[in-house]
């Protein structure tokens, strides 16, 4: 890529944004006049409005004022705030609240003073217009003097019957907030600060991206911009920069001069600015958390001006789309605990994880799931407008990119396989893990491991990537690498795959020490699996290893390694998968282990170019570990095991001798000539080649 190009076209866009006022007015009129103006001068007029209404007399009327003498008194004292209007008929009272010359009348029963020092139960009716402001205020004050009222019955009572009045004395109590002055902004300031971000970012690229798209295409610029000796890439990136520094610049000044201005309204408010302060690194973690979803929003705007052939049908898209922004509003009101389904789901992540840091509670794992989840949302959005982009009908106005022509069946029935590319596999990840995220539970609510291994590899994993697979018209033997494979290499990679099984378990004990998990999670699991073992230990065994070994492999050795291969080295493309695969089971402890075995399982694919003898040491690597796990389980139920104080037993020290020379066979067979071994799988599946779209 020619920077110099880029940096061209990125002045020359820029130049044309600084005559753009509405763009100007949202990045830089906003945060920095509008906002200032209007949140001050609210809390402003709210507190001396406030001041107003809490120092002024409520004007009063007693109705029936001599049955309640004492009462009377209480209210018509200086300090009351209280200002006793003379007295009236109730029709006339109520009249005189009506028309505002009263703010409320009281309703004495006929010798109430009489009847409550009797004992008898006795009821006051305040009479009050809850349409005007003032009316709360009134009834703190009429709610002080009945309250008065109440403790001279009580004491009066006490007295006639010789008990001392000190039994009135309350029990003091205090209350001490563990939190400091930034936590309980951080509380305030993280149901405003989400939605903020987002919104402002997207408004702020949203005039810049149109103007780099839309307005080129109705001006006609855009087409002369593309006969340019630049590559549509180096164009692509100039105008992404632009639109992207320009929401990150209009997110900031918003947060930065909102989180200044809410500090100063909260101190009108709350009288005093010890209460509430703004730390200079939180907000820069907030803003940090929230870099890759304005990514995500720069791109779709972009996508939305790529799309829309004139300004009129791109602000009728970006209507919609404005309203994404606004789901972090709702996350932020419901306060949702910070649960691993929520810390990928895009924009709800991101709304969490800000709210977290600005309350001083924020882990790692929070920040580092919602960041990566959101980059991973982002890039998959910028590689789609890439693609837009790239499309030589870009300039043409009848173009549809909107249609449904994917789905349609090509003309004379051919059918052009191809590769997946790199941001069709990540979608499709993205899309089974938050399957296995949102859908799984449904499985596993009955405890039943067999019903929640069916639903996840079958349903959840299985039928998306052959779904991906069929729109996407991919090539299904090069995509899934459903090639002939030589019988010893099928033979050592399935010892392989049962060898290791015992040592990676005793590999992940030790990581227990260093890095222990949660014990709850943790039993809660070995529960489910004692029970699916004791009830079906087979059936369990080989089902579980047969699905997880076929499905598994079908969407990581299969699209996302391939495509991943393209753009890689092997090496990479081989670990990055396998760090896909071991972030797809939703155990952060098991991530090293999980990652290891998926790097071997790649290793496989890449070195034999079949698929069949990774599925066979993924199968034979879950058997093994749920065999050993059975062994164990049905000599505990019969009183044989010989439990040991290392943790490691006998099973375990068989299992790992079997498993090192199950290892050893195989690497002798994986290291033979590879050509003296008859082919043990077809070169071609039949069910897979009869699919057409």
């Not at 004050?141 to 009945?146: C, E, R, S, T």
């Not at 001006?219 to 630049?230: I, Q, R, S, V, W």
Request: glycine share 6%; net charge positive; hydrophobic share 50%.
């Amino acid at each position: 890529m020619r920077l110099s190009i880029v940096r061209a076209v990125f002045v020359k866009e820029a130049r044309e944004l600084l005559r753009d006022r509405r763009s100007l007015a949202v990045m830089f009129g906003l945060p920095l006049v509008l906002y200032p103006l209007l949140a001050i001068g609210i809390a402003s007029l709210g507190q001396s409005k406030k001041k107003e209404l809490t120092e002024a007399s409520a004007k009063v009327v007693l109705i029936n004022a001599a049955a309640a003498p004492e009462l009377e008194k209480l209210m018509s004292a200086k300090d009351s705030g209280i200002e006793l209007a003379p007295p009236a008929l109730e029709s006339d009272a109520r009249k005189q609240l009506s028309d505002g010359s009263a703010d409320a009348v009281v309703e004495i029963p006929a010798e109430l003073q009489k009847r409550a020092l009797a004992g008898e139960k006795v009821e006051i009716k305040v009479v009050l217009d809850r349409s005007r402001t003032s009316a709360d205020f009134v009834e703190k004050k009429i709610k002080k003097g009945i309250d008065g009222f109440q403790k001279w019955v009580i004491e009066q009572r006490l007295t006639a019957r010789g008990v001392p009045e000190s039994v009135l004395t309350p029990v003091d109590f205090s209350v001490d907030d563990v939190a400091n002055s930034a936590q309980r902004f951080g509380h305030l300031f993280g149901q405003a600060l989400p939605v903020l971000l987002m919104m402002t970012g997207m408004l702020g690229a949203l005039f810049p991206a149109l103007n780099a798209t839309t307005t080129e295409r109705e001006l006609g610029t855009l087409e002369a911009l593309l006969l340019t000796p630049a590559n549509r890439f180096e164009l692509l990136t100039a105008k992404g920069l632009l639109v992207l520094l320009c929401g990150l610049l209009t997110a900031g000044l918003n947060m930065l001069s909102m989180s200044l201005v809410l500090v100063r309204t909260f101190s009108l408010i709350s009288g005093g600015l010890q209460k509430f302060s703004v730390s200079p690194i939180t907000l820069a973690l907030a803003y940090l958390a929230a870099v890759p979803t304005l990514i995500f929003f720069s791109a779709l705007v972009l996508i939305v001006g790529l799309i829309a052939r004139n300004f009129r049908e791109a602000n009728s898209f970006a209507t919609p789309v404005m309203l994404i922004p606004l789901s972090a509003f709702a996350v932020a009101m419901m306060e949702p605990r910070a649960t691993p389904a929520l810390l990928i789901t895009p924009v709800a992540n991101t709304t969490i994880v800000i709210r977290e840091v600005l309350t001083g509670r924020a882990t790692v794992f929070q920040f580092v799931a919602a960041f990566v989840s959101s980059a991973l949302y982002a890039g998959i959005i910028l590689s789609l407008a890439g693609r837009l982009f790239s499309s030589e009908q870009l300039v043409n106005p009848a173009w549809e990119p909107l249609s449904l022509k994917l789905f349609k069946r090509r003309k004379g029935g051919l059918n052009i396989r191809r590769l997946p590319a790199v941001d069709e596999a990540l979608v499709l990840f993205c899309v089974v893990l938050l399957l296995l995220f949102y859908v799984s539970p449904y499985f596993a609510k009955h405890d039943r491991l067999l019903e929640m291994v069916l639903g996840n590899e079958l349903v959840l994993i299985l039928v998306p990537t052959l779904l991906f697979a069929v729109i996407g018209r991919w090539d299904w033997i090069k995509t899934f690498s459903l090639r002939n494979t030589s019988l010893m290499l099928f033979i050592a990679a399935g010892l392989i795959g049962g060898g290791i099984s015992p040592w990676t378990k005793l590999a992940q004990q030790g990581l227990e020490h260093f890095w222990p998990s949660d014990p709850t999670t943790q039993a809660l699991e070995t529960e489910l699996f004692i029970k699916s073992l004791q009830a079906h230990a087979i059936l369990t065994v080989l089902l579980t290893g047969l699905l997880a070994g076929t499905c598994e492999e079908m969407l990581f050795r299969g699209p996302i390694q391939a495509s991943m291969m393209r753009r890689l080295p092997a090496g990479a493309a081989v670990i990055f998968t396998a760090i896909l695969f071991a972030a797809i089971h939703l155990d952060v402890h098991g991530l090293p282990v999980r990652a290891a075995i998926g790097a071997v399982l790649g290793y496989i694919v890449w070195s034999t170019g079949s698929i069949w003898p990774a599925m066979l040491a993924h199968m034979l690597f879950d058997s093994t570990q749920l065999a050993i796990a059975g062994w164990q389980v049905h000599l505990e139920s019969t009183g044989r095991a010989s439990p040991s104080s290392t943790g490691i037993t006998t099973i375990d020290v068989i299992s790992l001798v079997l498993g090192a020379i199950a290892i050893a066979v195989g690497m002798f067979l994986w290291r033979r000539p590879r050509s003296a071994s008859p082919s043990v799988m077809p070169s071609t599946l039949s069910i897979p080649a009869q699919i057409t779209v």
